[in-house]
T-cell receptor
């Protein structure tokens, strides 16, 4: 699977949009980009995933560049409860496994 | 999203005993479930893939005789840590695969914290 690179940590202001970048420069055509988050001492929570088109749901938006080498997860209005470790994962279409990296520790501050 | 539960949420046991952890998909059927382990301040590590009605597939370095996995129904997978030792103390998390093709997603349980004394 293609590897991903994320910043180790980032701070966000409550009420503002949080933009979380992810690089996946070796992604191939049949690999999806998934985003999960893990709040302290809980299991990971699914956020969103996409192949090449931008996606939006009730939690977030996923913007994938045209060359698919990077993506950005956007939390439109960050709240204190969005403080978590966010994982960007690339998954091959036919392989069900998810490989978790270190993720980005996001801290939302009042 | 789909809901996955785990039981128990935390367990303390003596060294040498066995512990069983249950993972259930509550509102969907899951032919495939996964078991992960997470040590403090570390990321999740996949231990094994559990397929309903067949043997589990273990990741390299995971002892299949120590971590017994049973996936007897489409909504239940169990992980039994046999002859547990203090180094097995960890956060065990399961996930279940839901949907197919482009809609396929894994949903995770809340985790089970195991402490072996």
């Amino acid at each position: 699977d293609a590897k991903t690179t994320q910043p180790t940590s980032m701070d966000c202001a409550e009420g503002r949009a949080a933009n979380l970048p992810c690089n996946h420069s070796t992604i191939s055509g049949n690999e999806y980009v998934y985003w999960y988050r893990q709040i302290h001492s809980q299991g990971p929570q699914y956020i969103i995933h996409g192949l090449k088109n931008n996606e939006t749901n009730e939690m977030a938006s996923l913007i994938i560049t045209e060359d698919r080498k990077s993506s950005t997860l956007i939390l439109p209005h960050a709240t204190l409860r969005d403080t978590a470790v966010y994982y960007c994962i690339v998954r091959v279409f036919h392989d069900y496994k998810l490989s978790f990296g270190a993720g980005t520790t996001v801290t939302v501050r009042a | 999203g789909a809901v996955v539960s785990q039981h128990p949420s935390r367990v303390i046991c003596k060294s040498g005993t066995s512990v069983k952890i249950e993972c259930r998909s509550l509102d969907f059927q899951a032919t495939t479930m996964f078991w992960y382990r997470q040590f403090p301040k570390k990321s999740l590590m996949l231990m094994a893939t559990s397929n309903e009605g067949s043997k589990a597939t273990y990741e390299q370095g995971v002892e299949k005789d120590k971590f017994l996995i049973n996936h007897a129904s489409l909504t239940l997978s169990t992980l039994t840590v046999t002859s547990a030792h203090p180094e097995d103390s960890s956060f065990y998390i399961c996930s279940a695969r839901e949907g197919t093709g482009a809609l396929e997603t894994q949903y995770f349980g809340p985790g089970t914290r195991l402490l072996v004394l």
